[in-house]
């Protein structure tokens, strides 16, 4: 069974530039998170979305934002990128809906973000 | 609010030597505790998880955790290293008012001495 896949796994942008990341979850899951992770922290949550609705979000600029498709994959939108940004991008997918259970997550392998 | 601290940032054990690593949390809820493990270049992998049953918690791996309510702790551990256990740990709070958001902690890296 394939896992949680991101795309693509490495990506340099320049600053002010904008950037999509993907992701497809495990399938039959309907509830998918990002996390941004800089080197030497653990990851930090932007959003949550299930059912494609937004179900939660982190303490992260309006430069950011994401949606969910009918079939469940997501996109994470940055814009006018920063240095600052540059980091490793994970995408979890999860059965349950976060906001009404506790489950656990399942991650990708991420999306490596180098802004010069 | 939900934090979480892991107390070590780095940890080194020879192998076949028990292993502790240290998490304290804070919570304003009855919270559910996991541990994540990520080998280099790799995605982060459920080792185990705490919901309100058991205290004492058998993740994949020979790793175990326990809860303990009064110390506000879930210290992660295992009998015996292996060298496959060198990677970096997270310790992470969830509650299901907190709309999704899980907070990590800021990790910690496993070293395994031959």
């Known amino acids: 069974d394939a896992g949680v896949t991101q795309s693509p796994t490495h990506l340099i942008k320049t600053r002010g530039q904008h950037v999509t990341l993907r992701c497809s979850p495990i399938?039959?899951?309907?509830?998918v998170s990002w996390y941004q992770q800089v080197l030497g922290q653990g990851p930090q949550f932007i959003f949550q979305?299930?059912?494609?609705?937004?179900?939660g979000r982190g303490n992260f600029p309006d430069r950011f934002s994401a949606r969910q498709f009918p079939n469940y994959s997501s996109e994470l939108n940055v814009n006018a990128l920063l240095l600052g940004d540059s980091a490793l991008y994970l995408c979890?997918?999860?059965?349950?809906?976060?906001?009404?259970?506790?489950?656990?997550?399942?991650f990708g392998s991420g999306t490596r973000l180098t802004v010069v | 609010a939900q934090s979480v601290t892991q107390l070590d940032s780095h940890v080194s054990v020879s192998e076949g030597t028990p292993v502790l690593l240290r998490c304290n949390y804070s919570?304003?809820?009855?919270?559910?505790l996991f541990w994540y493990v990520q080998h280099p270049n790799k995605g982060l992998q459920l080792l185990l998880k705490?919901?309100?049953?058991?205290?004492l918690v058998k993740g994949i791996n020979g790793f175990e955790a326990e809860f303990k309510k009064s110390e506000t702790s879930f210290h992660l551990t295992k009998p015996s290293a292996h060298m496959s256990d060198a990677a970096e740990y997270f310790c992470?709070?969830?509650?299901?008012?907190?709309?999704?958001?899980?907070?990590f902690g800021d990790g910690t890296t496993l070293t395994v001495k031959p």
């Open positions: 979890a997918s999860s059965p349950v809906d976060m906001a009404g259970g506790v489950g656990s997550y399942t």
């Open positions: 979305y299930y059912e494609k609705e937004e179900r």
């Open positions: 705490y919901t309100s049953a058991a205290t």
């Open positions: 919570s304003s809820y009855s919270p559910s």
């Open positions: 399938s039959g899951h309907k509830s």
């Open positions: 992470v709070v969830s509650h299901n008012t907190n709309a999704g958001k899980s907070t």
